[in-house]
């Protein structure tokens, strides 16, 4: 069984571009969130959503997006980039409640 | 505000030892706990779980012990191997809300052959 799959799996962006992060969730899954991980810290919560609509946000501005379409896969989108975004972004899935969540390999976000 | 923490950055172990990593916690609304593996240049794999109703779950060399009373959670890993090295994640979650995970910043471990 495929796993959750994301893309690009590496980005360079320089400061002021906006970009879009894709995820795919396992078959059977209704529930993405997104996770930010900076070096040296553990993965920091973004987005979660289920069945298409928003289920929580985590502690980022506003120039952070994201939307979960009807085949339950979902984008993040991050606009007027910062150095600071740099990062790996993480997207995980589940069947959702309080179910397990199983993550992606990520994507390498680097911002010149 | 960390509400979880692994405060060992690093551990190395004998292979065939114990290998014991930490983590706690400080909301005491969290109620299922998670610990992840994760290899460089991949994403977190889910290893073992438990649930604040129980205070033990095994899983192969897996074992992770839960104190709720000292908001500690320990993950045992038993006989440890070289494949075993990583860095390992403890997260936690809380029914109410989102079920978004909490993690900690990770320890990295070594077994050496």
């Known amino acids: 069984d495929a796993g959750v799959t994301q893309s690009p799996t590496h980005l360079i962006k320089t400061r002021g571009q906006h970009v879009t992060l894709r995820c795919s969730p396992i078959?059977?899954?209704?529930?993405v969130s997104w996770y930010q991980q900076v070096l040296g810290q553990g993965p920091q919560f973004i987005f979660q959503?289920?069945?298409?609509?928003?289920?929580g946000r985590g502690n980022f501005p506003d120039r952070f997006s994201a939307r979960q379409f009807p085949n339950y896969s979902s984008e993040l989108n991050v606009n007027a980039l910062l150095l600071g975004d740099s990062a790996l972004y993480l997207c995980?899935?589940?069947?959702?409640?309080?179910?397990?969540?199983?993550f992606g390999p990520g994507t390498r976000l680097l911002v010149l | 505000d960390q509400q979880v923490k692994q405060n060992s950055p690093s551990l190395s172990v004998q292979e065939g030892r114990i290998s014991i990593l930490n983590c706690d916690y400080t909301?005491?609304?969290?109620?299922?706990f998670l610990w992840y593996k994760k290899y460089p240049a991949e994403g977190p794999t889910f290893l073992i779980s438990i649930s604040s109703i129980k205070d033990k779950n095994e899983d192969g060399r897996f074992t992770v012990f839960l104190n709720k009373s000292a908001k500690h959670l320990s993950l045992h890993i038993v006989p440890s191997q070289p494949g075993d090295s990583a860095v390992y994640f403890c997260?936690?979650?809380?029914?109410?809300?989102?079920?978004?995970?909490?993690f900690g910043t990770g320890t990295r471990l070594t077994v050496i052959p």
């Open positions: 997260a936690a979650s809380a029914l109410t809300g989102a079920n978004n995970l909490f």
């Open positions: 078959s059977g899954h209704k529930s």
């Open positions: 995980a899935s589940s069947s959702g409640g309080q179910e397990t969540q199983y």
């Open positions: 959503y289920y069945e298409k609509e928003e289920r």
């Open positions: 909301n005491s609304m969290f109620d299922y």
